[in-house]
């Protein structure tokens, strides 16, 4: 609510310039610069907000895929420079 009057007593101020006097009385000079004359410019800093959409829950969650390795111990016993074959039926 402060804020709602804040911003419409510089609103205020930007139309009447003996209201901004009364506040600064060197409002009437080319460098004065304060909140009033750079809201009147647009040289205001507004905080951009991201809202989140919830959406439907999917029926099905995905499950991650896992690799795992599995120790043969039949490979050990290969000759060396010797891979196991790779199909049993070679046409």
Known sequence: MLLIALV????????????????HPDAGEHGHQCAVTLFAHGQVDAAAV????????????????????????????LPAGRAPPVAAFHS
Not at 8 to 23: C, T
Not at 59 to 64: F, G, L, Q
């Open 50 to 77: 991201d809202v989140a959409m919830a959406g439907p829950l999917p029926w099905i969650t995905p499950v991650p895929v896992t690799a795992a390795s599995v120790f043969c111990p039949v490979i050990e016993q």
């Open 8 to 23: 419409l007593l510089l609103d205020a101020m930007m139309v009447s310039p003996p209201l901004h006097e009364r506040f």
